[in-house]
């Protein structure tokens, strides 16, 4: 089973659409997780970090459930501009440190 | 405030070479680790440097190596390459805040180095 793993998308959506990318680890000892969002042949940014209370910023809410080792972002509303790949980031102990461990990322693509 | 930066941003090299790609990290920033990226999938860990050592390793081989100097910014270095080093290498940083390598400090990732082997 691999470490980070999501939906494999693509996602193709109408602007004003709700969208949700999930997310399922295998480490339960991981401790932080975010997620970030990647445009095309630029680098990965983070978007928002995700707390074991769930979290929103803005259009985007984040949901943890550690007991499934689950990880949910919800974009609401969409925009254009939301158009990038996501990719759904834990941090994964490996002996004393730890180190950030990246799913493959899912594309989403908003349409106008 | 300069943030993370790479260099060379382009490489092509010639299987067997060895390549040198540089990194300087966000200016309050003590970690570096690297990332290969390959073509539709997501960052994969190399290793991690801090205080001048290398604490935590992905799953590469040892032709894959790195430094970091005493002013933070880092090296990574790979022999012998092949062509299934093509990919994106990128440098991240964050502050470790000298809390013994916990996670909790999100990465301030660099441009990247898109690497070529022919």
């Known amino acids: 089973r691999k470490e980070v793993e999501q939906d494999p998308g693509p996602f193709n959506v109408p602007e004003g659409a709700t969208v949700a990318f999930n997310c399922t680890y295998s480490?339960?000892?991981?401790?932080?997780f975010f997620w970030y969002r990647q445009d095309c042949r630029k680098e990965p940014k983070l978007l928002m970090s995700?707390?074991?209370s769930g979290n929103e910023d803005g259009r985007f809410t984040a949901q943890l459930n550690r007991a499934s080792q689950y990880i949910s972002l919800l974009i609401r509303d969409s925009k254009l501009s939301d158009s990038a790949t996501y990719l759904c980031?834990?941090?994964?102990?490996?002996?004393?440190?730890?180190?950030?461990?990246f799913g493959k990322g899912t594309l989403l693509t908003v349409n106008p | 405030d300069a943030g993370v930066t790479q260099s060379p941003t382009h490489l092509i090299k010639t299987r067997g070479q060895q390549v040198t790609l540089r990194c300087s990290p966000k200016?309050?920033?003590?970690?570096v680790s690297w990332y290969q990226q390959a073509l539709g999938q997501g960052p994969q860990f190399i290793f991690q440097?801090?205080?001048?050592?290398?604490?935590q390793r992905g799953n590469f081989p040892d032709r894959f190596s790195g430094h970091q100097f005493p002013n933070y910014s880092s090296e990574l270095n790979v022999n012998a390459l092949l062509l299934g080093d093509s990919a994106l290498y990128l440098c991240?940083?964050?502050?470790?805040?000298?809390?013994?390598?916990?996670?909790?400090?999100?990465?301030?990732f660099g441009n990247g180095t898109r690497l070529t082997v022919t």
């Open positions: 991240a940083s964050s502050w470790d805040r000298g809390s013994g390598g916990s996670y909790n400090s999100p990465l301030h």
């Open positions: 480490n339960s000892a991981s401790q932080s």
């Open positions: 995700v707390y074991s």
């Open positions: 980031v834990v941090s994964v102990k490996g002996g004393s440190n730890y180190k950030l461990t």
């Open positions: 200016s309050g920033h003590d970690t």
């Open positions: 440097y801090y205080e001048e050592e290398e604490r």
